[in-house]
């Protein structure tokens, strides 16, 4: 649950902001190794991105709940996830991204902060996915109670589903402090053309859409268009679903990935996506530790730009 102080300022300052403001940093910059670490884990917090329409600094990876935490409670793959999160949170990352569309994944999520205690560490991005104001309406409240929060920091219209009437209804719940911001989703480039037309209409907090070395589409026109009306943009898919990654399998880094700090595929993936200054963060689905720990190291260190991956992408074999 959010803590007092977070109530008591508008943009609701988090563990990490904090930190900054006491340590005398300023936003955005990158806090010293170790500030942040848990447990003697001395490591550099993740990088951070202004969220335009606040500058609430992001940081730059976060964890999507997408299959990998619709698990019930008992089961093998259940019992991992209050890792994932940990490790999100030690690393200093705090988006977690759900929908009602992700089987109990949502439930799963609201049950491990609970546990933990750590609510007041997640930065919670869930999402409105049907059509009809009243239904709209019924299943955010069950987003809540499910998350177990007293506030979701981002709720986003999935998929353009009923994008009119469900965004109406965000921004009743924005300026009621119920939500912080408001976004839509999408992750295909067959429904750029729409994504495009709510982007140029509507005044967005936030744009999530798909973006991978194999899918990049979004380059052309929506990451321009983003960063022109101030909109944050969240990057899904960052492994083309985990085909990327599979493809990638067995063959040797190239060369240069040590040079830019990376030691697994998953880095080079996320720190190719990262190399778009108009993406805020990029969101890995995961139901493992140890590669929410491996995400999390490609939002440290170097952060090579569209320059240096337009010289090196072409060289790898996906
Ligand atoms: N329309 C929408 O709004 C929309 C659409 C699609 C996705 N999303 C969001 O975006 C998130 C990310 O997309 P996604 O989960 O579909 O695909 P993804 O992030 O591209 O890939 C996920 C896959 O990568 C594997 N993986 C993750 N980290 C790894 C690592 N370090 N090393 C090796 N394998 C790794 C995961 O397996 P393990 O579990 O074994 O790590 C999983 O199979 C979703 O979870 C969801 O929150 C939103």
Request: aromatic share 6%; hydrophobic share 45%.
């Amino acid at each position: 649950m959010p803590t007092p102080l977070m109530h008591a300022h508008p943009a609701g300052l988090r563990r990490a902001q904090l930190l900054r403001m006491a340590l005398g940093i300023s936003v955005g910059a990158a806090l010293p190794a170790g500030a942040l670490a848990q447990g003697g884990a001395a490591t550099a917090p993740l990088q951070t991105r202004p969220i335009p329409s606040s500058q609430e600094p992001m940081p730059v990876i976060g964890c999507g709940t997408w299959i990998g935490f619709d698990h019930r409670p008992g089961s093998a793959e259940y019992q991992r996830l209050a890792g994932v999160l940990k490790a999100l949170f030690d690393a200093g990352g705090q988006m977690i991204d759900s929908s009602p569309m992700y089987g109990r994944a949502e439930e799963t999520t609201g049950e491990l902060l609970s546990a933990a205690k750590t609510h007041e560490r997640a930065f919670l991005a869930t999402k409105v996915w049907t059509r009809g104001r009243a239904e709209g309406v019924a299943q955010m409240e069950q987003s809540f109670a499910r998350l177990r929060a007293a506030r979701i920091d981002l709720m986003q219209v999935h998929n353009l589903v009923d994008w009119r009437t469900q965004l109406a209804t965000l921004r009743e719940w924005k300026a009621a402090g119920r939500i912080r911001y408001i976004g839509i989703t999408h992750y295909t480039a067959s429904a750029y053309g729409d994504v495009e037309a709510v982007m140029r209409a509507q005044t967005l907090d936030f744009l999530q859409i798909n973006y991978s070395l194999d899918q990049r589409e979004a380059e052309k026109r929506l990451l321009p268009l983003a960063a022109e009306r101030g909109i944050a943009v969240i990057a899904n898919t960052p492994f083309g679903g985990g085909g990327l990654l599979r493809r990638l399998q067995g063959q040797p880094l190239p060369g240069w990935a040590a040079e830019i700090g990376c030691t697994s595929w998953a880095q080079v993936l996320l720190k190719f996506v990262l190399g778009q200054p108009a993406i805020t963060c990029a969101i890995p689905g995961t139901s493992r530790p140890a590669h929410m720990a491996d995400n999390a190291a490609a939002g440290r260190g170097t952060l090579p730009d569209a320059a240096f991956w337009r010289r090196h992408a072409a060289s790898l074999a996906v």
